[in-house]
């Protein structure tokens, strides 16, 4: 859902109210929930990217591929390793990992997951990558950017810088 702040109240024992107006009907949702204690998570509205973006990241994929070798879905879960920010690190029971690592690579090819050691005996860290369907404006832009330096770095052609900044414009 999306919609504004639109007040804050700040009642006598220290605990704070937020007025929010929403843009879509949450009628159904205020009639599930209501009394009940729920989870809130409110975040910087990010436009939603371009289905451009993703169609020029998949070209410059395939150029990187043809170039090094690789699968172009191997370059795919290499790039979505390096912009940062769309991980979720959760420590797992180690009889528990391979379940984990399987459940989550069935929401799709860039839903990654990656091994660290934990502390904890008997545990290990499981770094999830979120693919790319998930990315805001923002993230993905920064998926290009990276792409389009990769194919720079093997002098492989990408589009001229002036037309490049124009299309990640539209997506930020």
Not at 10 to 37: A, H, K, M, W
Not at 49 to 60: P, T
Request: aromatic share 8%; proline share 2%.
């Amino acid at each position: 859902m999306t919609g504004k702040l639109e007040g804050l109240v700040i009642f006598p024992d220290g605990r704070t109210g937020l007025t929010v107006l929403i843009n879509e009907d949450c009628r159904q949702l205020y009639n599930d929930l209501s009394g009940e204690d729920i989870d809130i998570t409110i975040k910087k509205h990010r436009q939603k990217r371009s289905l451009d973006a993703n169609a020029y990241a998949w070209v410059l994929m395939d150029k990187l591929a043809e170039r090094l070798g690789y699968k172009k879905e191997d370059v795919y879960r290499y790039a979505v390793r390096n912009v940062g920010g769309n991980t979720d690190t959760v420590c797992v029971k180690l009889e528990a990992v391979n379940r984990l690592i399987e459940q989550w690579q069935k929401n799709g090819l860039g839903w990654v997951a990656d091994l660290a050691p934990s502390k904890i005996e008997g545990c290990t860290n499981v770094i999830l990558y979120y693919g790319t369907s998930t990315f805001d404006s923002y993230q993905m832009s920064r998926f290009i950017d990276s792409l389009v330096q990769d194919c720079k770095d093997l002098n492989i052609e990408t589009m001229p810088p002036d037309k490049l900044k124009g299309l990640l414009e539209e997506w930020t």
